[in-house]
């Protein structure tokens, strides 16, 4: 095997092993905080300071590439200082470069609840991942939910992940199953595999 090969498929798996890992590391609710202020205009920092709350569409890459972008109705409220209180609400959309529609999100509450729908090139869906409150060992907890569909049957769900956290910590080990309430879990020898729906 060559070097130039070698190297690929290393970085490969390193990448992959790493969206698979932070699918399942609970944010807490403000993670993007820092992003929003860095998107901030001089304008809009003015007007926080006068006290006044602000209300845009905060649109920005998320990666260095700038493959894509994500923008939605965001509100931005004073604190007071260099203090602020950023409220994603709403629609959000991400979109390729080239304005090719590839996810959306809907913030369903204040606390930054969102329900996620990732799309494939097709324009079928790919996965979709939401929370709701779940009780573990007798404590409220929010478990976080991501199904994703076969790749030749859109509304086919393929393997479902559950994750359980309180604020950022996990509270209990995530697992896969079959469905979306977790009683069907997937064979002590199944591994993940977008291509494996056995």
Known sequence: MNETLTIALVTLGVVGGGILL????????NYQDGEFRRHLTASEKAALARGDT?????????????????QGPLRVEPLGGKKY???????????????Q??????????????????YLPDGSLDFILYSLPAVVDGDTVTESRMVYFTLVGAKDT??????????????????????????????KEWKFSRYNFE
């Open 101 to 118: 529609f590839q996810a959306d999100m809907h913030y369903r509450n204040p606390l930054r609840d969102t329900y996620w729908r990732e």
């Open 85 to 99: 209180k950023f409220t994603p609400y709403g629609h959000w959309q991400r979109l390729s470069k080239q304005g």
């Open 54 to 70: 602000v209300e845009k569409v905060h649109k920005a890459y998320q990666d260095v590439w700038h493959t894509y972008y994500d």
């Open 22 to 29: 932070l699918q399942h590391i609970p944010l807490g609710p």
């Open 158 to 187: 393929a393997f479902v992940s559950h994750s359980f956290s309180k604020g950022n910590k996990e509270v209990k080990g995530f697992y896969f199953s079959r469905d979306t309430q977790g009683k069907r879990p997937m064979p």
